[in-house]
Structures are given as structure tokens and as C-alpha cells.
């Protein structure tokens, strides 16, 4: 299985983007160095879905970097992208790493100790684990977990964990002082005015407090 080599995850949601199409916000982030991004558009019907992906798919090859598809296993498949990203009561991990290999990244969203702990007996590549803040989006998941949450999961676990829910270039420091391996961003990325410029300053960031 390749070796998870990313600290930041964009994923996708194009009502926040104010009104600019997905595919120039995905352009814009890509630019800034934006080095995984998880497309997630559920209400999307196939043929819709299929043509989005295509087209990030052409960008994210051209600058580079991973995509993500969210639950769709044959859309992976169909425009080749670097794995996808399992809701934990979706389908089962052992059952889509026969389907994609081990060439393709599985990644999962969990909202428990217990989910953290199935997705990594049952073989994923990484978690993605909150809310740790509160934050609209994640608000039907349940109230924030915290960052004691985090750290305590973090420690009983050997795959890497990403934190998600209400972060932000502020809360940067707080998260990766629990060890978070990174982190996951919907509206703090897509609705920025300046995608480039705010991906570049999340990712320097990044790496210092990474650094130290």
C-alpha cells in the first residue's frame, strides 16, 4: 500500500464556494500546493458525478496531486484516481481493497474510538476522526469530540489520523500539539477568497509546526 505522504485534504463542497465553479476552486487549491482532495458531492446524480470527476481528475494529474473519491468505488475505477474515503458504516474496507488493490490509498471517516479502532483492524490506509470543533457541516455527527478525544485516539492507534471539524490556520498549533498526522478542511479552504494564497499558508504552517 503506498505510504500516506499528505497532511492536508481538501474536500469538496461546491455550495460553499460562493457561487465559483468546483473545478476552478480545485484549480486555485492545486496551484497553492494542495496536496489531497477528496471529492465529496453526494447529491450528484452518476453521470454528473462521473463528468465532475473526469475533469478534477485532468487537474489534480496535471499539478499532481491525490484524489480521493468519497464512497464510490467504480467511479475510482472509472477516472483512476489515488483511492477513496469510506464513511465507516459504508462498505466494508476488506471488501474494497479486494476491488482496488493495493495500489490505491482507503481512507475513513470515523466519529468514535470504536470506528478508529475497526478501520484499522479491517486494513485502512488512514482515518480522518471528529469533529474536533464544533462546525455546521459535522454537526449531524454528533458534538465535538475535543482535542483530549483526538489525542487519546491517536495514541491507541498506528495509522495515521487526520482531525476534522471547525479547523482552521488558528487551531493548527492546538491540533498537531495532539499529534494529529493531519488535518481535513471543507469550508476553510473552499470558501476562502483567496484559494491559492490560504492552501500556501495552511501548508506552511504545516510544516513548521510539523518541523519543530
Same mark, same amino acid.
Given at each position: 500500500?503506498?505510504?500516506? !505522504? +499528505?497532511?492536508?485534504?481538501?474536500?469538496?463542497?461546491?455550495? @460553499?464556494?460562493?457561487?465559483?465553479?468546483?473545478? %476552478?476552486?480545485?484549480?486555485?487549491? #492545486?496551484?497553492?500546493?494542495?496536496?489531497?482532495? /477528496?471529492?465529496? %458531492?453526494?447529491?450528484?446524480?452518476?453521470?454528473?458525478? @462521473? /463528468?465532475?470527476?473526469?475533469?478534477?481528475?485532468?487537474?489534480?494529474?496535471?499539478?499532481?496531486?491525490?484524489?480521493?473519491?468519497?464512497?464510490?468505488?467504480?467511479?475510482?475505477? &472509472?477516472?483512476? &484516481?489515488?483511492?477513496?474515503?469510506?464513511?465507516?458504516? =459504508? +462498505?466494508?474496507?476488506?471488501?474494497?481493497?479486494?476491488?482496488?488493490?493495493?495500489?490505491?490509498?482507503?481512507?475513513?471517516?470515523?466519529?468514535?474510538?470504536?470506528?478508529?479502532?475497526?478501520?484499522?483492524? %479491517?486494513?485502512?490506509? +488512514?482515518?480522518?476522526?471528529?469533529?474536533?470543533? !464544533?462546525?455546521?457541516?459535522?454537526?449531524?455527527?454528533?458534538?465535538?469530540?475535543?482535542?483530549?478525544? +483526538?489525542?487519546?485516539?491517536?495514541? %491507541?492507534?498506528?495509522?495515521?489520523?487526520?482531525?476534522?471539524?471547525?479547523?482552521?490556520?488558528?487551531?493548527?498549533?492546538?491540533?498537531?500539539?495532539?499529534? &494529529?498526522?493531519?488535518?481535513?478542511?471543507?469550508? =476553510?479552504?473552499?470558501?476562502?477568497?483567496?484559494?491559492?494564497?490560504? #492552501?500556501?499558508?495552511?501548508?506552511?504552517?504545516?510544516?513548521?509546526?510539523?518541523?519543530?
Amino acid at each position: 500500500m503506498p505510504q500516506v !505522504d +499528505f497532511q492536508l485534504i481538501l474536500i469538496t463542497d461546491r455550495s @460553499l464556494t460562493h457561487g465559483r465553479p468546483l473545478t %476552478e476552486v480545485i484549480r486555485q487549491a #492545486c496551484q497553492g500546493g494542495i496536496q489531497a482532495i /477528496q471529492l465529496r %458531492e453526494k447529491d450528484l446524480p452518476p453521470r454528473a458525478l @462521473l /463528468q465532475l470527476a473526469s475533469e478534477i481528475r485532468s487537474i489534480t494529474r496535471e499539478y499532481g496531486t491525490k484524489l480521493l473519491i468519497n464512497d464510490r468505488l467504480d467511479l475510482c475505477l &472509472a477516472i483512476d &484516481a489515488d483511492g477513496v474515503h469510506l464513511p465507516a458504516t =459504508g +462498505f466494508p474496507i476488506h471488501a474494497a481493497r479486494e476491488i482496488l488493490g493495493v495500489g490505491r490509498w482507503i481512507g475513513v471517516s470515523c466519529h468514535s474510538p470504536e470506528e478508529v479502532q475497526r478501520a484499522e483492524k %479491517e486494513g485502512a490506509d +488512514f482515518a480522518v476522526f471528529g469533529p474536533v470543533y !464544533d462546525t455546521p457541516s459535522k454537526r449531524p455527527y454528533g458534538a465535538p469530540l475535543g482535542l483530549e478525544t +483526538f489525542r487519546e485516539v491517536k495514541q %491507541e492507534t498506528s495509522i495515521p489520523l487526520f482531525a476534522i471539524g471547525g479547523i482552521d490556520a488558528d487551531r493548527l498549533e492546538a491540533v498537531f500539539s495532539v499529534e &494529529a498526522d493531519g488535518v481535513a478542511m471543507i469550508s =476553510g479552504i473552499v470558501s476562502a477568497e483567496d484559494i491559492s494564497g490560504k #492552501c500556501g499558508k495552511l501548508l506552511k504552517k504545516i510544516k513548521h509546526l510539523r518541523d519543530d
